[in-house]
């Protein structure tokens, strides 16, 4: 896996500048009214108490509703291309992609023939880094090239045809027949 | 999790992060997995329990994966073996193909692929 690390320029800087100076804006209005509020209850000002409330509460309703606008503007403008190239990214170095389809091939007649020289023709090879044996998968393989759905059906169906848990299945004889 | 497949699905590999991963990957597929990091473990349970399937990896200290192939199919000859190992050397390959193991994998592989191995495996069994 290649991980790219993001190279924060001076406007990524600046937009995190300006996102704590907002942070410290409302905390310094919630502390404004919670000094004004504290007071004026302490003179029993109850109206002048409940003006300051409002107000503080419609600048922060407003201070949100504005930070969320230009928020949503900055992802409308943001370019895709820059977006993806500060975001860190995961690119696989490979990926599975079925080369050729699993084939029935014939079964072949002696093993020994089979060398390292003869795996170069790759008479087992699926994709690079899987081979699979036709002595062994000629019944299973039979029913994948027709199709994912009937194999999935074979399985469930022989895997419901035995209940123990212990594996009793039939010798590869049994099973070629 | 409680799997209701009656097939079980042996692992036998000396990493025992790799046997942890790939026992999550066959239990989320509905696989009944049993991991083994020693061979002797693995081919004393392979005796009694003849598993469906066996994933063995080819390098191990004690026993390579080959070894183990050769003795599991005298004493459970009806268990499809599948190999994988991080070194892919054609003449292991040969080796193990030809000794009649179902597939063989180089690591790193992928999820389906590892899935689809062992669902060719267990159809051939049945």
């Not at chain 1, 004004?36 to 000002?45: E, Q, T």
């Not at chain 1, 696989?92 to 050729?100: A, F, N, T, V």
Request: charged share 20%; glycine share 6%; aromatic share 8%.
């Amino acid at each position: 896996m290649k991980i790219s690390f993001p190279k924060y320029g001076p406007v990524e800087l600046l937009t995190r500048k300006s996102g704590g100076a907002r942070i410290i804006s409302l905390v310094a209005i919630v502390f404004f009214a919670g000094v004004c509020g504290r007071y004026f209850l302490g003179n029993k000002l109850w109206l002048l108490t409940i003006a300051v409330l409002g107000i503080v509460g419609i600048l922060l309703c407003l201070g949100v509703a504005v930070a969320i606008f230009f928020n949503q503007g900055k992802i409308n403008e943001a370019p895709s291309i820059a977006v993806e190239e500060n975001v860190p990214q995961f690119i696989p170095q490979w990926d599975y992609r079925p080369r050729k389809p699993i084939r029935a091939r014939a079964v072949f007649d002696s093993p020994s023939i089979e060398t390292s020289d003869g795996l170069s023709s790759d008479p087992f090879e699926i994709n690079n880094n899987v081979w699979f044996n036709d002595n062994s998968l000629e019944d299973a393989a039979s029913t994948f090239v027709s199709g994912p759905t009937e194999t999935e059906e074979t399985i469930t169906e022989a895997l419901s045809q035995t209940t123990d848990p212990v594996c009793s299945g039939p010798n590869v004889e049994d099973a070629a027949v | 999790m409680r799997t209701t497949n009656a097939f079980v699905v042996c692992l036998l590999d000396d990493d025992l992060s790799v046997l942890k991963g790939l026992g999550r990957l066959l239990s989320s597929a509905d696989l009944d997995a049993k991991s083994f990091g020693d061979p002797r473990e693995f081919l004393g349970y392979a005796q009694t329990h003849r598993p469906a399937v066996a994933l063995i990896d080819v390098c191990m200290p004690q026993m390579s994966g080959l070894e183990v192939q050769s003795q599991l199919a005298k004493i459970s000859p009806s268990t499809r073996v599948i190999i994988f190992t991080g070194k892919d050397d054609p003449l292991v390959r040969s080796t193990a193909l030809n000794a009649g193991a179902s597939a063989f994998l180089t690591k790193p592989f992928d999820d389906e692929e590892l899935l689809t191995a062992v669902r060719l495996a267990l159809a051939s069994v049945t």
